[in-house]
């Protein structure tokens, strides 16, 4: 036996049942199509990068984020999607031992992280609207807690009022995961990032900009909680390819994200409509997916998939149960989905 970490044994590898599906909305990535800037940067990518290092610390989508986020280059980290960012925070603000808390239900990485660095998770329910219960979070004592608006996998957006009590009484880091914001209705919370010491808030290019496969995120913070963020991440974590892409769709196809998320949110809501037809009660939502509580979900998925259509279950969520969860796209793709849901109730 090869000694290996202790804490890592009973860590499994992520694989959400992936049968390659003819329509996949298991991801709630974009589904319209590659943003046109990064298919142009793609076809003229030069040789180069692919035999050189990039940037150690992605400069050049540092100072594009930081013009669309409206803050110094120093506020901004990029990391290998989002994920990584919210993993090297976890790592740099906490020693192994340390309690993470989180919001729950919330992103399924969130306690695997804690696990990985070895902290302790301090998963918190969410309250029966949804909004995060703002005492609860603080009476762990964590040095770093974990908020996520829009949250996935419940859609739910939270309040304003229980963010800020949570930010100005928190000991430490809030991390603010807005991985759905660009569907949301509201401001979201980049302004706490720009304006409060101990906030971070995480965006990626994996969702409304369509660049999943090219694995690029960014967070917002002080330049003190970024520069640590910066240390644990490590050099090297983009690609120049990943970088130029990214820097290409935030400059020049806002408009095609903006349409695109536009389309998303009609469809949701579509979608809505026609679940809520078949006696389901799917949860209100600010991304691009819908959450509907559904008893036995897990059986009801695998039907789906022998459909040829792949959507996310999910099995004794807190405060939720079974549920399915249902990215939104193109309608002819959501209303293949449709049908196999109504084949699959039966
Ligand atoms: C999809 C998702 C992310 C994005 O992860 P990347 O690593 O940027 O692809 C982050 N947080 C949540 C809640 C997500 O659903």
């Not at 943003?35 to 003229?44: D, I, K, N, W």
């Not at 694995?215 to 120049?240: C, D, I, N, Q, S």
């Not at 020049?252 to 009609?266: I, K, L, P, T």
């Not at 259509?309 to 989905?337: C, H, K, M, Y």
Request: hydrophobic share 45%; with cysteine; glycine share 8%.
């Amino acid at each position: 036996m090869i000694p290996t970490r202790a804490s890592y044994r009973d860590i499994p590898l992520y694989s959400p049942a992936k049968k390659p599906c003819r329509v996949d909305l298991s991801d709630n990535t974009n589904l319209f199509g590659t943003p046109p800037a990064a298919e142009r940067v793609l076809r003229g990518a030069s040789l180069r990068s692919v035999t050189h290092y990039p940037a150690g610390y992605s400069p050049d989508l540092r100072r594009a984020v930081a013009a669309y986020a409206g803050v110094a280059p120093e506020a901004v980290a990029t990391g290998c999607g989002s994920d990584g960012l919210i993993d090297s925070a976890v790592r740099a603000f906490l020693e192994p031992g340390e309690v993470l808390a989180f919001q729950d239900p919330t992103f399924v990485m969130v306690p695997l992280y804690s696990k990985m660095n070895g902290v302790k998770a301090a998963p918190v329910p969410l309250r029966p609207d949804f909004d995060i219960d703002a005492d609860a979070l603080l009476a762990t004592g964590a040095k770093v807690i974990y908020l996520c608006s829009p949250n996935n996998p419940t859609g739910t957006a939270l309040s304003r009022a229980a963010v800020e009590r949570v930010v100005e009484r928190a000991p430490g880091v809030v991390i603010i995961d807005e991985a759905y914001a660009e569907f949301a209705s509201g401001p979201g919370f980049l302004d706490l990032a720009r304006t409060r010491r101990n906030v971070l808030v995480t965006r990626t290019f994996s969702k409304a900009y369509g660049l999943a496969g090219m694995r690029v995120g960014w967070a917002v913070g002080a330049p003190e909680v970024v520069a640590e963020v910066e240390k644990a991440r490590g050099p090297y974590m983009l690609t120049t390819l990943s970088e130029a892409m990214a820097i290409a769709v935030l400059t020049e196809d806002q408009g095609w994200v903006e349409a695109r998320a536009r389309e998303a949110v009609e469809n949701r809501e579509r979608l809505r409509g026609a679940l809520v037809a078949l006696g389901l009660k799917p949860l209100p939502s600010e991304g691009n997916f819908l959450m509907v509580p559904l008893r036995g979900a897990p059986k009801v998925a695998e039907r789906m998939r022998e459909r040829d259509v792949n959507v996310r279950a999910f099995q004794g969520l807190t405060g939720v149960g079974d549920a399915l969860r249902i990215g939104s796209g193109p309608w002819p793709l959501l209303e293949a989905a449709l049908a196999a849901l109504r084949e699959s109730l039966r």
